[in-house]
C-alpha cells in the first residue's frame, strides 16, 4: 500500500517543521512548500531535510499554489502559511487579505479540482474572536476581530466553512491560540521573554523591556498544537476545532518563568516602556479546547512552565555559543 502523501505550506516555519517531523515519523511522503526551494537554509527541517520534497509556492502568487497542488497531488493539505506577526497588518490592510483568505480560497479550489477527497487543514487564529465578549472561546464564540490580521484569518475560517458545506470538502479551520517553542523567531513576545532572561543571567544584557504585564495569553506547545492538526484530519467527519491549553497566563508570569527557569530573580531587571503597551483588550484570549479533546482525543502532553523551560535552555546553548536565534 502506497504511503499517504502530505502537502505542507510554511514548511520551514516554527509549525511546519514540528508537523513535517510527526508526518515522516508515520511514514508520510511530504512535499513541502517554500519560495525558494534550492537556495535557502531550512535550519528546522535539517533532521528530515532528506526525507522530504520541496516544491516553489508564494502566498502573492496563486498560479504557484495549484501548481504545488497539481503536482504533488496530496490526499492531505496542511495550509500553514501566512504572516504571522500581527501588529504589522495594520501597516498594509492589504496584504493580509491576500496572502491568507486569498491564498486560502486558492487552495481549497485547487483541492476540489484535483481531488475532491483532499482533507484540507487550514490554520487560523484567535485573533478571528477579538473582543469576543466571552471567555473562554470556543469554536462558536462570537467573532469580532480587532485587526486586519483577525479580519484575514476570520475570512479563511469562513471559507473554510463556505466550501465545506457547497462541495462537502473535507475542510477544517484549526483555531490556533498562542504556541510556542524553541524554534520560534526572536522577534515573538515569549522568545524575546526567553531569550532576555537567558542574556541577563549569562551577564549579556541589563535588563528585559516590555510592554504591559497584566496581558493574558493562553500558550501551548507548538508541538502539540500541530499533533493536533493532524488528529484533526483523521476524524471521520470535518469540522472546527480551537487548539489551545484553556489556561490564561499574563506576560508578567511569563516573565517568571523565564526568569525561574534560567536561575535568577526578575526584581530590577525588568522595565515596562508605556511606548510598548497596546490598548486594552476587551476579552481575555483563552481557548475552550472541549471539542477537540472529546472528538480527537487531544491532550497537550507540554505544560507552560515546561515549554518556557525548553526555550529558556536552548537561549543558554545558544548564547553560550555565541548563536543568534
Do not use: C
Not at 486558492?106 to 473582543?131: C, N, Y
Not at 490556533?176 to 513576545?189: A, G
Not at 542574556?199 to 504585564?213: K, N, S
Amino acid at each position: 500500500m502506497s504511503a499517504r502523501r502530505a502537502l505542507v505550506t510554511g514548511v520551514s516555519g516554527q509549525d511546519g517543521s514540528y508537523l513535517v517531523e510527526l508526518l515522516v515519523a508515520k511514514g508520510y511522503d511530504v512535499t513541502g512548500v517554500v519560495r525558494d526551494p534550492d537556495d535557502r537554509p531550512l535550519p528546522r527541517l535539517s533532521g528530515v531535510r532528506d526525507r522530504i520534497s520541496l516544491l516553489h509556492g508564494d502566498l502573492d502568487a496563486p498560479d504557484t499554489l495549484r501548481d504545488a497542488v497539481s503536482a504533488s497531488r496530496p490526499h492531505e493539505i496542511y495550509h500553514l502559511a501566512a504572516p504571522t506577526f500581527v501588529p504589522t497588518s495594520w501597516d498594509d490592510p492589504a496584504q493580509p487579505m491576500a496572502q491568507i483568505a486569498g491564498a486560502t480560497g486558492t487552495l481549497l479550489s485547487a483541492a476540489r479540482h484535483v481531488d475532491p477527497k483532499t482533507r484540507i487543514f487550514v490554520a487560523t487564529s484567535s485573533e478571528i474572536f477579538g473582543d469576543a465578549g466571552e471567555s473562554p472561546q470556543r469554536e462558536s464564540s462570537p467573532k469580532r476581530p480587532r485587526s486586519p490580521y483577525g479580519v484575514a484569518k476570520l475570512a479563511a475560517h469562513q471559507l473554510v466553512g463556505a466550501l465545506r458545506e457547497r462541495f462537502d470538502l473535507y475542510a477544517v479551520s484549526g483555531i490556533l491560540y498562542n504556541h510556542e517553542s524553541p524554534r520560534r523567531p526572536s522577534h515573538f513576545l515569549p522568545r524575546k521573554v526567553t531569550r532576555g532572561a537567558a542574556a541577563i543571567a549569562l551577564g549579556l544584557q541589563d535588563e528585559l523591556v516590555l510592554g504591559d504585564l497584566a496581558a493574558v495569553r493562553d500558550w501551548s506547545h507548538a508541538e502539540d498544537v500541530m499533533r493536533g492538526a493532524w488528529l484533526a484530519l483523521q476524524a471521520e467527519q470535518a469540522a472546527d476545532y480551537v487548539f489551545a491549553s484553556g489556561v490564561g497566563h499574563t506576560v508578567g508570569g511569563l516573565v517568571e518563568a523565564a526568569f525561574a527557569a534560567a536561575g535568577i530573580s526578575s526584581e530590577g531587571r525588568v522595565r515596562v516602556d508605556p511606548e510598548l503597551v497596546r490598548p486594552p483588550e476587551g476579552t481575555p484570549p483563552i481557548g475552550d479546547p472541549t471539542r477537540a479533546r472529546t472528538v480527537l482525543g487531544w491532550k497537550p502532553e507540554h505544560g507552560f512552565g515546561a515549554t518556557i523551560a525548553e526555550m529558556v535552555a536552548t537561549d543558554l546553548a545558544e548564547l553560550r555559543a555565541g548563536e543568534t536565534p
